[in-house]
């Protein structure tokens, strides 16, 4: 679909739901797709939210930190299963590695000491990372609510709304706007010889950092790039090579989702080092570009250029754009988000007899953007006066319904909820 024809769609959605909001909740309902969790989704996803319950517990962190970070591991599957031979990047440094970055436009190894190569990272496109995400973030989503028995439907839905949720029971429908994007991707690596090349003279040298293609990607090991924080006197960061057997080229979901689980999610070591890897990155990201920047800082998205810029770095390039940016916390989006919810509500709430709630979901709240953009938002009210002379709410009449602009702005790292049900629905 174009981005006319989807634009001319969503204007009959929302005439619809204008003209009748009733029947525009139904369609909605009727037309929106439920979230089919398969036997081996459900079983990963369960023992990636157990893993989260079990290390908050040990380490006595937020349980939603460490679901934000399991979450991440199951959006890596899909990306480690789309990875090609081209886009590659030579490091010569110590062991030569041939490296797959997923975000960052830079040797993703030599980031950790503050030494930058800048070479294009193999995102995939954007629309198809936020489609990806949005069905992932709702599969993780039916699994925590089916382990802690609430009878919610997750319906992927169509514009102007991203993600339906129904309480059939109580007649609830919540309208959502989802963004989701992970926070960072761990990188995969090849084990290659020390390459050479000719200089100005013929003389055959070492490559430096230089791009390249793995024209043996099925038959080579991969292996994960987890980067682990050195314990002992000498600050920072090592990168150990997690080994994933050869890649399947039949169903490479299926590769993908079998090797994190045996490398990451099934050894208590490996993964309690994901986690107090993921963690740092996490508060590196919220401190943004102040100084001192924790090395992890450069992995996470929207990092922006280096800092202090190389020479050698091409002008106007970044590691990661905001295009990037974590969770909910592109302007962009949340602007979007914004509009989106008041539109839906002032439309069908006062109109509808379904118990209509709107929110925005994500993985991970807008740590950056939040206080400049939602937190003046997140209390607010509101109603309709066809007289436009009130001025306070006592000039209204006494039975008049108010509306909370966001009944819940939800992530798995903070939520605030102005709705009991919400609350309810919400806590893990």
């Keep these: 679909m174009t981005t006319d024809e989807s634009e001319v769609q969503e204007e009959d959605e929302l005439s619809l739901l204008t003209d009748n909001p009733d029947e525009w909740v139904k ?41 934000a970070a399991a979450f991440d591991l199951f959006v890596s599957m899909e990306y480690y299963a789309a990875v090609t031979n081209t886009g590659w990047l030579y490091c010569p440094e110590n062991t030569p ?147 994933l057997s050869p890649l399947a080229q039949s169903n490479r979901l299926d590769w993908a989702r079998e090797q994190v689980r045996r490398v990451l999610v099934n050894n208590e070591l490996h993964l309690k080092s994901y986690f107090q890897f993921w963690a740092r990155a996490y508060t590196s990201y919220g401190n943004g570009r102040k100084d001192p920047i924790d090395a992890v800082f450069w992995l996470t998205g929207a990092c922006g250029a280096p800092k202090p810029k190389p020479s050698k770095w091409p002008e106007g390039k970044t590691i990661s754009d905001s295009k990037t940016s974590v969770g909910m916390d592109r302007t962009d989006d949340i602007k979007k988000a914004t509009y989106q919810v008041l539109k839906i509500a002032t439309a069908a709430k006062p109109k509808t007899s379904y118990i209509v ?23 607010v009210v509101w109603t309709q006066d066809s007289t436009c002379l009130a001025k306070r709410a006592g000039e209204l009449p006494p039975d008049k319904q108010l509306y909370n602009l966001f009944d819940g702005i939800l992530s798995f790292t903070r939520s605030h909820s102005r709705d009991e049900w919400i609350s309810d629905v919400f806590q893990f």
């Design 357 to 379: 709630k709107t929110a925005i979901i994500s993985n991970i709240h807008a740590v950056r953007h939040y206080a400049s953009y939602l937190q003046d938002f997140q209390d």
């Design 97 to 243: 590695l041939l490296i797959y970055n997923f975000g960052a436009n830079a040797c993703s190894r030599c980031l950790l000491t503050g030494d930058f190569h800048y070479h294009p990272a193999s995102k995939p496109p954007s629309g198809q990372i936020g489609r990806t995400t949005r069905r992932l973030l709702c599969v993780f989503l039916s699994c925590l609510f089916e382990r802690d028995e609430k009878n919610i439907k997750v319906y992927i839905a169509s514009e102007p709304v991203d993600v339906i949720m129904y309480d059939e029971s109580n007649k609830i429908v919540l309208l959502a706007e989802a963004k989701a994007a992970p926070l960072t991707v761990l990188p995969l690596a090849v084990i290659t010889e020390l390459q050479t090349e000719n200089d100005a003279l013929g003389q055959v040298v070492p490559r430096l950092h230089a791009g390249t293609d793995n024209t043996a990607l099925a038959f080579t090991s991969l292996n994960i790039m987890l980067p682990v924080a050195r314990t002992n006197s000498a600050a920072g960061w090592d990168m150990k090579l997690l080994p």
């Design 27 to 67: 369609t909605q309902l009727d037309k929106a797709i439920k979230i089919r969790v398969t036997d081996d989704e459900r079983e990963l996803v369960n023992l990636l939210i157990e893993r989260a319950h079990e290390y908050a517990v040990e380490s006595r962190t937020e349980v939603g930190q460490s679901l």
